[in-house]
């Protein structure tokens, strides 16, 4: 099965012992620049998801829920997204900046193959998801 969003060994360990510690959460990407071209990390019921955003699904153990603004996805809705982490401090709210430590995304496009199965699957869903708790 073709995945939107993934994240890499050491993102989806830190996701992990984020969410151990302070429960539920989820990523939002939005565009622009700064803050805006990072995926932010959030307690769940602390970011309200609008009609607008596109959920790509859930990453690390912990099946965290990943959404991105509408107008963003417009321009990578053919990208894979991966979630790394790198060493130094961002300048937002997100979740892991006391760590010492930033989220960044990583990205390809789709080959031929991978675009074919998310066609078969339909649009990406819009908004807040039931099993995402947001």
Known sequence: MVRRVDTTNEAGELLDRLAAEHGPLLFHQSGGCCDGSAPMCYLRHEFRIGDGDVFLGHVGASATPFY??????GYWAHTHLTVDV??????????????????????????DDEEQSLAALGPAPRGPQPDSGS
């Not at 991105?68 to 996805?73: K, N, P, R």
């Not at 900046?97 to 496009?109: C, D, H, M, T, W």
């Open 86 to 111: 790198v060493a130094g401090r961002g300048s937002g709210f997100s979740l892991e900046a006391p760590e010492g430590v930033r989220f960044v995304i990583r990205s390809r496009l789709f080959t």
């Open 68 to 73: 991105i603004g509408g107008a963003q996805y």
